[in-house]
């Protein structure tokens, strides 16, 4: 495929297009809009179908496309200030635009099924529409500005469908909450790139590869940390806020307040998405700033964390909120233990898995009507028994179930059991990293636990809420109901991602059997972005000639043979672990939910206070609001307000009042003696004063005339002086 | 032999006269006869300069062109004073004071 720029712009262009004309156009044609929407995020999926393939066809993992055009330049001297927008497309990118492109198609023609009776039909459409452009804006990204600016719009997007039903109080202030708490994150973000601008000159991601590979940041400090460090960290606390892990977790379960497709987006494909894939896009950073450790803790503490809160929830939104965080939390595991690309396919396999599961949900939600307060249930103590009165969303959501547990086979299982491997590996190097690993392998437990539990509470046993059983219509299968659901279910097949069932390789190349997410996911390679060269945007095919070769795939990722055979056969011990203990969850949920022999009222007594600091989040919340906010940042902004008002207002302002008055009443003095009455009056009165004389003089009297005339020949005559 | 001051004092006084007519008569017929006086005395002036600086006809002619002009100027005036008194029926000049801004 020849690369020229109306191949690659109608990717972002299309549903912005659809935004606009939503928006500021048709807003009040409601069927009209969603068309639009749905018309356009296809045409997306279209075009970035075709950049994946053609990535995918290639096969090589140095497979760039960049194009810049300079926003401004301000350059003074020798100081560069010079900013370049522009798209680059490598393969993880491509591979990125295909999934939410994908994701974000199915979610699109779900919404018509659920949104459909809401009054704010079009609305909606016009959120999603903008939501998707800003991620795949955000992903074809060159630089950090142009990152920073999509992942603001992502914030303002989910801000709105968060609050979407703005009538309840609660949705208001989550949508607050979300976006306040990422921004705290965003100003972490802010302040990375601004340090790796003054460092590099530049926030292009392939100039802060080259100036890592150059080892730029050698030496360098900022505040007494080296700036790498500083950098690294700052960036990541942006992915901290966007992506919901350990200290900012709190606003994703409050993001449940908006409609379930628009959680499905933001917990699949786009926004906690972003928060990865920055910190993917950044790892040479996170590496040269000695920031992987953190990363894996921080990584392990919300995976296991998070996973915790979700065995005692009750709402199905919930539970999967809180299974959002904790993969999130493997993702970022992945990152801290230097297992690229299986955290980027941890990325992708939860994106689809994630964005069925909330689907489904959305599908069980919309379909339980309580007849007496007219509202969706989303409560699971009130559900039971539903595989009978929707088969087919039961079918898809028992496989995704499998795949977010670890069950063998699924997509789930491959991309997270590679993490877990790959923590295991770290922690025989360093006995530090046993932390993460230990808290990732317990996660994965409570994992497999707690999803079977809201899959038995949900479908299994007996009706306990019978009027709501009955109330509810057999499920038949709709397109746009089903089908979503029944596609994102067929991609949770861990075959589609690892290969094959045996996990290595479907792609021939060179008669040999590769696999291509390992292939084409590789760490970016600092050193050989020393001498890339960037390309103009311009309408031209511009392959780079010397980046397009065949990668030389290399199962053992250029480690030595002993380590090699190490790195594999903890992978084996990993993925026998990872079974077992999958394994162990199901069988504990099943005991507990469905045979009832084991009674989770016990655990729950024998554990109490825990389970109380479960139900209440681990106190986030009120540490946050009763601690941060109430005792911290409220005197803070008393004292602000006070030095505001009692100070500034008073005497800053007041005093400028008080000298304004007095230079006012001087020169409200000035103008009525001076201007006023000597020089206006004065006028007129000196005017008039001659007014007098001259009428005087024309009497009208013709004989007073002669004594003029006579008076002033005389005078004439007088003063020749003859 | 008359000296030229004689000739000088009588149109002085003649133009004095005049003055003096012009100025303190309420007739405007006297007026003009003011003017009159004032003209004749002029025209004196120009004869006796003329017999005693120059000894020409130049004065002479000046003078009957003078006489001339106040033929000329009596009877516009007096036509224009036989209007006003069909207007105001009086000849008085403290009543033409429609000039007066």
Known sequence: MEYTISQVAPIVLLPFFAFVINAFIVKHFTKTAVAISCVSILGSFFFATRVFFDFLNTYSSGYYIHKTFTWFDISYGAFPFKLDMGIYIDNMAATMLFMVTGVASLIHIFSTYYMRDDKRYGRFFVYMSLFTSAMLALVLSENLISVFIFWELMGFCSYSLIGFYYEKEGAGNASMKAFMTTRVGDVFFLLGILSVWSVVGSVSFVDIYAAIGAGKFNGLYALGIPLATFAGFSIFMGTIGKSAQFPLQVWLPDAMYGPTPCSALIHAATMVAAGVYLSLRCYPLMEAGHLTMAIA????????????????????????????????????????????????????????????????????????????????????????????????????????????????????????????????????????????????????????????????????GEPRDKELYDHTEKETLSWNRNLPLLILALFTLGVFFSGSFTGQGIIKVAGKKYEWFQTLIVKPDTKSFMSYRKQDFQFEPNRDPQQFEMSHYDPDHGLSEDEAHHVHHIHHIGALVSIVIAAAGVFLAFMMYVRRTWNPGFWVSLLSPWYRSLQNKYYFDDLYIKGLIQKVLLPLNNLLAFIDMGLYDRYIIDGQEYVNRVFFTAAKWFDNLVVDTALVDGNGAAIRFFNVILRTIQSGKIQFYFIMIILVLTGYIWNLNI | MVSLTSYLFISFVLFVAGIAVMIARKNIIAIMLGIELILNSAALNFAAYTRFVNNNLDGHLMSLFIIVIAAAEAAVGLAIVIRFFQIRETIHIDDASQLQA
């Open chain 1, 297 to 460: 803790y921080i990584g392990g503490i919300t995976a296991f964390g998070a996973a915790t809160i979700a065995l005692v929830q009750t709402d199905i939104k919930a539970v999967l909120a809180y299974s959002t965080i904790s993969q999130l939390g493997y993702m970022v595991l992945g990152v801290g233990v230097g297992s690229y690309n299986a955290a980027f396919m941890h990325l992708i396999t939860h994106a689809v898995f994630k964005a069925c599961l909330f689907l489904s949900a959305g599908s069980v939600i919309h379909s339980l009507h309580d007849h007496h307060t007219h509202a969706h249930v989303q409560e699971m103590p009130r559900m039971g028994g539903l595989r009978h009165k929707m088969p087919l969303t039961f079918i898809a959501m028992l496989l995704c179930t499998f795949a977010i547990a670890g069950i063998p086979l699924f997509s789930g299982f491959v991309s997270k059991d590679r993490i877990l491997g790959d923590a295991l590996v770290a922690a025989t190097h360093s006995k530090w990293y046993w932390g993460p690993a230990i808290l990732g392998f317990a996660g994965a437990f409570l994992t497999a636990f707690y999803m079977f539990r809201m899959m038995f509470l949900t479908f299994f």
